[in-house]
């Protein structure tokens, strides 16, 4: 198992801003003469609440695949119509493209919060000793936890969401008892980049990342070749917050780009980006013409005169698909890589009205078409676009 890359960052900054208790209160089955199947999800530390990565998962193991929902004290069940609703609205018109089928799976959710990084293999094990049938892992800072408890428990089955397992030579593998799940995020940033270069009115668009990692430089590079493909005359003002868990700091980098004429921000921080969201709305209450777009899930519903669109990564799906392929004994390991061609990145519908909105959803569809055709290559790191010769002016 390879030493992690991230010990020393997450020491520093992802100790403080956990809200959940590490473990929490298992539903309660609906009688049967049957014992259901359980299934645990160990949560990143962004927890419960972060209107993102977690809360996505946590949607495709509970309200989809068991039909409950948690509420302070346990688990309720979810009334058939706030379930479909759930689903229609994060799948949209690929529920039909994809013949979709979403069903109850009749499974036990029993779902563990980390209070810190070194929390992660000892859940792992906990929900192996529980007795689960599948443990989830959302979040690339899973891998090394992942990849141990895999090792101790090779007849258990393990899916891990937005990591390779990674060899000593950081090269990914695979194991048998592994699914693991990337995603192509720099595709739906590349749609948004080109929606925020055709609404910015300043010229200027700002973007709030976490950790400077791999995984949120592919956000980065993506989004900006967007912006230079429909503005290429825009500016894009980078900032990183340096973790995922800080609202008050996101808040504060939000502020600051829109005090710098950034008049769309491309939030994708985690906590830190809920921060930014945050200072958008503030700023549109008090009547500025400024938009904010999201990341992982649409958070439309937190700011919904601010947020534009989001790029949604169908996690709640990935993790209700893992679920029924074990409960119907075909779960198997692997690696899969999806993006907008396999229906794995998508962008939120665009809600807010503002000049040109028709052409500009139209350019996004004829963009989107070229990326899954392959006659659009999205680079996935900024030195990419320098390479290529960028000219939007880029801040560090």
């Not at 645990?40 to 495709?60: I, K, W, Y």
């Not at 000593?168 to 593998?173: F, G, L, S």
């Not at 534009?308 to 893992?322: G, I, N």
Request: aromatic share 6%.
């Amino acid at each position: 198992m390879r030493p992690s890359p991230l010990s020393l960052l997450l020491a520093l900054s992802l100790l403080t801003a956990c809200k959940s208790h590490k473990e929490e209160p298992a539903a309660t089955p609906a009688p049967s003469n049957a014992p259901k199947t359980k299934i645990g999800l160990v949560l990143g530390l962004g927890g419960r609440g972060d209107q993102s990565f977690n809360d996505s998962a946590l949607r495709g193991l509970e309200v989809w695949a068991s039909g409950v929902k948690y509420e302070e004290g346990g688990y309720k069940d979810v009334p058939a119509r706030e379930r479909q609703a759930s689903i229609q609205e994060s799948l949209g018109q690929d529920m039909a493209r994809r013949n979709l089928q979403v069903t109850p799976l009749g499974i036990t959710p029993v779902v563990l919060q980390s209070r810190v990084a070194e929390d992660y293999e000892p859940n792992l094990q906990l929900l192996v000793d529980q007795g689960v049938s599948l443990s989830l892992a959302v979040g690339f800072m899973l891998e090394n936890a992942v990849e141990a408890a895999a090792k101790r428990n090779p007849g258990m089955r393990f899916l891990l969401v937005d990591s390779p397992l990674l060899s000593a030579q950081n090269e990914p593998y695979s194991l048998p008892n592994v699914r693991t799940v990337v995603f192509r995020e720099e595709e739906g940033c590349y749609l948004v980049g080109a929606l925020a270069g055709l609404v910015t009115k300043t010229g200027k668009v700002g973007f709030v990342g976490g950790m400077e990692i791999p995984l949120v430089k592919r956000y980065e590079a993506g989004f900006r070749a967007g912006v230079a493909a429909t503005n290429p005359k825009a500016t894009v003002v980078v900032n990183y917050t340096g973790g995922f868990t800080n609202f008050a700091l996101g808040k504060q980098v939000g502020q600051d780009l829109l005090t710098k004429d950034a008049d769309v921000l491309f939030a994708a921080a985690g906590v830190d980006g809920l921060g930014a969201i945050q200072a958008v709305k503030e700023a549109r209450d008090e009547g500025k013409s400024v938009y904010v777009i999201g990341v992982d899930s649409d958070p439309s519903h937190l700011a919904p005169k601010a947020v534009l669109s989001a790029v949604v990564k169908r996690v709640d799906l990935v993790v209700y698909e893992a679920i029924r392929d074990q409960v119907q004994g075909r779960f198997q390991g692997g690696n899969l890589s999806l993006g907008l061609r396999e229906g794995g990145i998508t962008y939120a519908p665009v809600r807010l009205d503002f000049p040109g909105k028709d052409e500009a959803v139209r350019k996004l569809e004829e963009l989107k078409a070229k990326v899954i055709s392959g006659d659009i290559k999205v680079p996935t790191h900024p030195d990419q676009l320098r390479a290529a010769g960028e000219t939007t002016g880029t801040t560090p």
